[in-house]
């Protein structure tokens, strides 16, 4: 067995050890440039559930990248709770190429917050950034689907909560293929047939934070997850932003708080740009410019696999209009037309 698949099936055993002993371990196997620090803690029936793993992840054309691959993310493995193995659908190549910034917020959020996000995000991807975030409804779905609307290769990365052999909401299946169509990525540090548990969802927000130079929050509530996410940035080093509306001071207790704690107030996109010494390049198609179709309800769910319950939440979420005879109003570019 060649050395390199010896350390693969090494970083999937290390993954399932207790959080403490795994990232500490992980932290370890950094330093010394090898596995042998595992020998002794790793069973031989461990290896075989491991061999499973691989063997599944290649039926599914799952790439499983341990931590010493030249492959994994720099940022990431610098970062305060790295994996010690990431699993990967599409590629990674702009975590080597451009400046990485998370977007997160709520789930919940308003249709203003979400078209703000949506330009945010389009306006960074086409200045070189690729946008990293949680493939979640709300702002994460905006900002997505604003960096798919810049057309540049890689342009968004969604770290999951769960096996890649699932996703997960599945009113997001077909964003999620066009993430990796359009050369961007879908990571996990979860296995095939991992389900979507809640402490999945605050655990992935370390690898939102790790693969991020800067992680922008937008209308984040004063117990909202993403405040984790921008917890994570500060205990590894990188930049937090507040999103606040530019036209006055309301904010959103979470990024108040945020702001308050020093983290970085901006309005748009030259805003966070300017940190980095970089400029607004390319033009932005506004929301109000996005073309949208008409289509019945039926169609709208076949295509998107949303379920009844999940209809709701995109009507809210500003993603869909309800309009007379059974139909909705939707972007074009979300049901691939």
């Not at 793993?53 to 493995?77: F, G, H, K, M, N």
Request: hydrophobic residues 40%.
């Amino acid at each position: 067995m060649s050395n390199s698949l010896e350390s693969l099936r090494r970083a999937i055993c290390v993954s399932g050890l207790s959080p403490s002993t795994r990232f500490s371990l992980t932290k370890k196997v950094l330093d010394d440039g090898n596995w042998d620090s595992t020998e002794g803690i790793i069973a031989l029936s461990e290896l075989r559930e491991a061999d499973e793993v691989i063997e599944s992840c290649q039926r599914l054309q799952i790439l499983s990248i341990p931590i010493t691959d030249v492959r994994y993310p720099r940022s990431l493995a610098e970062s305060d709770a790295p994996p010690s193995v990431i699993y990967v659908k599409g590629s990674l190549t702009a975590t080597r190429q451009k400046l990485s910034i998370g977007v997160v917020g709520a789930r919940a959020a308003t249709v203003e917050s979400c078209n703000r996000v949506t330009e945010i995000a389009e306006v960074l991807a086409r200045s070189d950034v690729c946008i990293v975030s949680g493939l979640a409804l709300g702002v994460d779905g905006a900002a997505h689907r604003g960096a798919l609307r810049s057309l540049q290769d890689g342009a968004t990365i969604a770290v999951m909560a769960h096996g890649l052999d699932i996703l997960y909401p599945a009113s997001h299946n077909r964003l999620g293929q066009r993430i990796v169509d359009g050369g961007g990525a879908l990571i996990s540090e979860y296995p095939p047939g991992t389900k979507p548990l809640k402490h999945h969802f605050l655990a992935r927000n370390r690898i939102i934070a790790g693969l991020s130079s800067g992680v922008v929050v937008a209308e984040a509530g004063a117990r909202s997850g993403s405040l984790v996410t921008a917890q994570y940035a500060l205990d590894s080093g990188r930049d937090v932003f507040a999103l606040i509306a530019p036209e006055g001071p309301e904010q959103t207790d979470g990024c108040k708080s945020l702001i308050d704690q020093g983290a970085i107030p901006v309005t748009s996109a030259a805003g966070i740009l300017r940190e980095y010494k970089m400029q607004v390049q390319g033009e932005v198609a506004h929301a109000s410019n996005v073309r949208k179709v008409v289509m019945g309800l039926g169609a709208f769910m076949e295509i998107t696999g949303v379920s009844f319950h999940e209809l709701l939440r995109l009507e809210l979420d500003g993603i869909i209009e309800r309009t007379a005879g059974n139909s909705v109003k939707v972007s074009a570019a979300l049901v691939g037309l």
